[in-house]
């Protein structure tokens, strides 16, 4: 019963492609996020969902589009690869987007683009 | 939110307490002290937060200066699965807070035998 689950673990892909990654959470937060985590290890947010609405967009390209159609899922598509998408990406969950507390996060799911 | 500053790298023996420092000369009196690590492979995993008062829990201890610029996180007896990159993260609550968490480069504590 993993709390914030994130699928496929690993994703090998070509440059092009198009790709998705899928999150749930099952801790009934109502706040999701997206994080990249690049080669050097920073971690970095790229998506907010409060309650199925975006609240953050830190200036992704527009290739990547999340979805969110529950409050329990945000999912992640990506269009046209690139080789700069390799990356690890976390998603997490919490309640309230207001920072309140605190934040669960999945196992990640490493994408490399070949 | 404040920018927190913290050493690259410290090492510590199996069974002693970590203390690992945080400076955070700007916060602001609404902002709060969150420590996250990442233990390798793993995502960020919560450990503790605090405001002005010291905190503990099962996993740690935090320990906020008086004038709350500088913080220390204590593991209390470390042991090898302790070894892991700890973020110290200053932010603010309430409505002009999103939740995102802003990383920075962290400390690599390793906990060795």
């Known amino acids: 019963d993993t709390a914030v689950s994130q699928t496929p673990k690993y994703l090998v892909t070509q440059m092009g492609n198009d790709k998705s990654i899928k999150c749930e959470q099952n801790l009934g937060h109502d706040t999701m996020y997206w994080y990249k985590q690049d080669s050097k290890k920073f971690l970095k947010i790229m998506f907010s969902?409060?309650?199925?609405?975006?609240?953050i967009n830190e200036t992704v390209p527009n290739r990547f589009s999340p979805k969110s159609p529950d409050k329990a899922h945000l999912n992640l598509h990506i269009n046209s690869l690139e080789l700069g998408d390799s990356a690890v990406y976390f998603c997490?969950?919490?309640?309230?987007?207001?920072?309140?507390?605190?934040?669960?996060f999945g196992q990640g799911t490493r994408l490399t683009v070949v | 939110d404040a920018k927190t500053t913290q050493p690259p790298s410290m090492d510590c023996a199996e069974g002693r307490a970590a203390n690992l420092p945080c400076n955070h000369s700007t916060i602001s009196g609404n902002e709060y002290v969150y420590w996250y690590r990442q233990i390798h492979s793993q995502g960020p995993q919560y450990i503790i937060h605090?405001?002005?008062n010291n905190e503990t829990n099962e996993m740690a201890s935090l320990i906020i200066t008086e004038d709350r610029k500088s913080s220390t996180l204590i593991l209390p007896h470390a042991t090898l699965r302790d070894t892991a990159v700890y973020y110290c993260i200053v932010r603010s609550h309430g409505s002009s807070n999103t939740g995102k968490l802003i990383f920075g480069q962290g400390t690599t504590l390793q906990v060795k035998p």
């Open positions: 997490a969950s919490s309640q309230g987007g207001q920072g309140n507390t605190e934040a669960f």
């Open positions: 605090g405001l002005k």
């Open positions: 969902y409060n309650n199925k609405e975006l609240i």
